[in-house]
């Protein structure tokens, strides 16, 4: 599996953003499962969420095959240490627990947590 950070997604869904070549190109290159953390796709839902398309903006994600992955037990533990050690926001903290938890390459526009998952040897393509 490949963990998806929001800032990607994000961006492939708003062709406005900086990112939203970059992303289309990044994720035609990925094989496998794409697995987001619970509280990343809240994140990625907000804006569709307030113009009645967040059930569309999901049932897209799903068709790309981009799924909600849930925490195993000791979530709350690795977000702990996460939290302490690289002083992530939450969100952000999430993503990368669930990477950690996974064993699992972390793909990110975020430059704070692409040098934490880099970090961890979880950064997609570092």
Do not use: W, Y
């Not at 492939?12 to 994720?27: G, S, V, W």
């Not at 095959?65 to 849930?70: D, H, I, P």
Request: net charge negative.
């Amino acid at each position: 599996m490949i963990v998806l950070d929001a800032s990607v997604l994000i961006a492939l869904l708003e062709p406005t953003d900086a990112h939203h070549q970059r992303a289309i190109t990044d994720l035609a290159g990925l094989n496998g499962e794409l697995g987001v953390h619970p509280v990343t796709m809240a994140e990625i839902l907000v804006a569709p969420f307030k113009v009645g398309l967040a059930p569309q903006v999901r049932a897209d994600l799903a068709s790309i095959s981009v799924r909600e992955v849930t925490p195993g037990p000791d979530h709350p533990m690795v977000l702990a240490e996460i939290r302490t050690r690289d002083r992530l926001r939450m969100p952000d903290a999430c993503v990368l627990a669930l990477a950690v938890e996974q064993d699992s390459p972390l793909v990110t526009f975020d430059q704070r947590l692409a040098a934490a998952a880099r970090s961890r040897a979880l950064l997609f393509g570092a």
